[in-house]
């Protein structure tokens, strides 16, 4: 067993302290993921809170196959599509990006002049806001492969599909952020 795996057989254990460092190590990618789904910080931190509430319940019949990151991520997906259905929300983005740049503005780094921090603030809620132009189907691929850095073996696990399909939306989901992102004439 893995270092995660190991955590995740002390949650299902019933360990406290085992399941505080799966949230210390989770707790924020599970955060960024559902934001960047859903756009609604206090709605991703709900979320999160809700995943992590599942995964408590659900630790008993956790089995170690697998990287626990996926399983995470699987529970986040599904809770974000469940409840974006009842909400009726399931296109919709918006809110302020959450990304390294967006973090940056709301922090005082000196190492970084106000004009770069601006250009990289406004970077990204151009990002942002093409990421709300793709389909939930595009997004959901295009967050974990491009933004979470997961493979695409582990991201057809997660969204439930083939990996030829995850890779052709992750390309499909790029062309149609370049198209949105290309600078006017």
């Known amino acids: ?35 960047r789904l859903c756009g609604d910080r206090t709605l991703a931190e709900d979320l999160t809170q809700d995943v992590f509430l599942k995964v408590w319940r659900a630790a008993a019949g956790w089995r170690p196959v697998g990287k626990v990151s996926t399983w995470l991520f699987q529970i986040a997906k599904h809770h974000w599509w469940n409840e974006a259905a009842k909400r009726g929300r399931r296109a919709t983005v918006r809110g302020t990006p959450w990304t390294a740049a967006s973090e940056a503005e709301a922090t005082d780094d000196g190492g970084i002049p106000p004009t770069e921090r601006i250009a990289r603030v406004e970077a990204a809620r151009a990002v942002d806001a093409a990421l709300a132009t793709l389909s939930p189907k595009l997004r959901l691929v295009f ?14 696990e997660i969204a439930d599909i083939p990996v030829g399909t995850v890779k052709s939306r992750a390309a499909a989901a790029e062309a149609a952020l370049r198209k949105v992102l290309r600078p006017k004439p």
Do not use: C, N
Not at 10 to 28: I, K, M, P, T
Not at 143 to 156: D, I, K, M, Q
């Open 1 to 35: 067993m893995d270092a995660d795996q190991q955590l995740m057989a002390g949650v299902r254990a019933g360990d406290r302290g085992a399941f505080e460092a799966l949230y210390s190590r989770f707790g924020s990618p599970v955060m960024r993921f559902l934001y």
């Open 143 to 156: 967050v974990l492969v491009r933004l979470e850095g997961v493979s695409y073996a582990e991201t057809a």
